[in-house]
Every structure is written in structure tokens, then in C-alpha cells.
């Protein structure tokens, strides 16, 4: 599964960013008693369903001519990622910044495991909120998550 993941982002990354996207993920798993080849896409202001239609009609042709899961079944997904995903890359970092974060730990730092803040800055080692109290530098190899806060 680790291949077909592989192949189809190898493949699939430069056509979908010559169109204006930037594709976030590529995964490949069982859904609904079937596999799914799911295609996570993104662009600054969002992404909206004629988006995900436009990407799936543009890339659905060059999966069959690939067939990276060797004339096995599946179904096509291309979607946004949602407000509520993790930020997982530097560019989401970067379009980030200034925004309130939630940011998980696999182990307790501080005696807390959540610590919620102004993304402020970050690099290859480590991530840096201010809170109403403080300015914390986080190790990245810690983090577990990191998620926006969304308010309504």
C-alpha cells in the first residue's frame, strides 16, 4: 500500500501543483468494504468542490494509464484537507503564523501534554507559541499534532 501511496504522489505532485494546487496527502485504505486512493489538496482561500471535481477529471486519466494498484479495484477521492486537520509541512506552518494553535505532545512537558497559543515561529527543530503568559519553544520530534483552535 506504502507503494501505491508512493507512486501516485511521485507522479501526481507535479501535475496537480502545475494547476494551481498543492497536494497535502496521498493515502490509500480500506473504506466502506473497498480500498480508497485519496488525493488531500489545498490552495490559499480554500478549496471548494469544483476544485476537488476539476483535479479528479484531470488526474483519473493518468491513474489508468499508471495503474499503481496493479488492476486492482479502488476509489477515487480528491478532497480538502478541513479546517480541523493537523498542520503538518513548514508551508502550513507558514501560512500560520499568527494564528492560534493547539499543539499535542507525545509526553508531558511542563507537566501538560496541550498548550494552546499564537503560532509565533518555527524551523527544522522546533515550533514557538505565545501564550497569554509565556512564549514556549516546543521540539518538533515531541509534537504530536498541531491544529488550529476554530472558533465560532
Same mark, same amino acid.
Request: net charge negative.
Given at each position: 500500500?506504502?507503494?501505491?501511496?508512493?507512486?501516485? +504522489?511521485?507522479?501526481?505532485?507535479?501535475?496537480?501543483? %502545475?494547476?494551481?494546487?498543492? =497536494?497535502?496527502?496521498?493515502?490509500?485504505?480500506?473504506? $466502506? !468494504?473497498? &480500498?480508497? =486512493?485519496?488525493?488531500?489538496?489545498?490552495?490559499?482561500?480554500?478549496?471548494?468542490?469544483?476544485?476537488? +471535481?476539476?483535479? $479528479?477529471?484531470?488526474?483519473?486519466?493518468? /491513474?489508468? %494509464? &499508471? $495503474?499503481?494498484?496493479?488492476?486492482?479495484?479502488?476509489?477515487?477521492?480528491?478532497?480538502?484537507? !478541513?479546517?480541523?486537520?493537523?498542520?503538518?509541512?513548514?508551508?502550513? =506552518?507558514?501560512?500560520?503564523?499568527? $494564528?492560534?494553535?493547539?499543539?499535542? =505532545?507525545?509526553?508531558?512537558?511542563?507537566?501538560?501534554?496541550?498548550?494552546?497559543?499564537?503560532? +509565533?515561529?518555527?524551523? %527544522? #527543530?522546533?515550533?514557538?507559541?505565545?501564550?497569554?503568559?509565556?512564549?514556549?519553544?516546543?521540539?518538533?520530534? #515531541?509534537?504530536?499534532?498541531?491544529? /488550529?483552535?476554530?472558533?465560532?
Amino acid at each position: 500500500m506504502a507503494k501505491v501511496k508512493q507512486i501516485c +504522489e511521485e507522479k501526481l505532485r507535479p501535475v496537480i501543483e %502545475e494547476m494551481g494546487y498543492e =497536494l497535502v496527502e496521498v493515502s490509500y485504505e480500506k473504506e $466502506n !468494504g473497498g &480500498m480508497s =486512493l485519496i488525493f488531500t489538496i489545498d490552495k490559499d482561500g480554500g478549496v471548494t468542490v469544483d476544485d476537488c +471535481e476539476i483535479v $479528479n477529471k484531470k488526474i483519473d486519466p493518468i /491513474l489508468d %494509464e &499508471m $495503474n499503481p494498484t496493479d488492476d486492482k479495484p479502488y476509489t477515487l477521492v480528491v478532497s480538502s484537507p !478541513g479546517l480541523d486537520r493537523p498542520l503538518k509541512t513548514d508551508r502550513d =506552518l507558514s501560512r500560520n503564523i499568527g $494564528n492560534e494553535v493547539d499543539v499535542t =505532545l507525545f509526553a508531558k512537558f511542563d507537566g501538560k501534554k496541550l498548550f494552546t497559543g499564537v503560532l +509565533e515561529s518555527f524551523d %527544522e #527543530k522546533s515550533v514557538t507559541i505565545k501564550t497569554d503568559k509565556e512564549r514556549i519553544n516546543l521540539d518538533r520530534d #515531541k509534537i504530536a499534532s498541531i491544529k /488550529l483552535v476554530i472558533k465560532f
